[in-house]
């Protein structure tokens, strides 16, 4: 059974930051494409941030800068550091595996940013 688990949401002020897990079970982790995306109250779910099997790095121009995706294969777990948090980073924050045509879920972890 494919599981993955988010955690680290909460509430912060604007400036402040926020490191965000996703831990992996049921899947050989290291070959999978993780990614994080968000959805922002009102807003389509948006890709936040890509880090390939390899290893390789993308972001949306919006936190560009800010953000940080990296991943642990020994843990199985893919982190999102955000810095500099805004007012419009607020939203549910998912990450998902894909893996060819195979593509799995988070259950989202919320992050909420005062101004």
């Known amino acids: 059974q494919v599981q993955l688990v988010e955690s680290g949401g909460g509430l912060v002020q604007t400036g402040g930051s926020l490191r965000l897990s996703c831990a992996a079970s049921?899947?050989?982790?290291?070959?999978?494409?993780m990614h994080w995306y968000r959805e922002a109250p009102g807003k389509q779910r948006e890709l936040v941030a890509t880090?390939?099997?390899?290893?390789?790095?993308n972001y949306a121009d919006s936190v560009k800068g800010r953000f940080t995706i990296s991943r642990d294969n020994a843990k199985n777990t893919v982190y999102l550091q955000m810095n500099s948090l805004k007012p419009e980073d607020t939203g549910v924050y998912y990450c998902?595996?894909?893996?060819?045509?195979?593509?799995?879920w988070g259950q989202g972890t919320r992050v909420s940013v005062s101004s």
């Open positions: 049921g899947v050989i982790f290291r070959l999978y494409h």
């Open positions: 880090i390939t099997s390899d290893g390789i790095r």
């Open positions: 998902a595996a894909y893996l060819r045509l195979q593509n799995y």
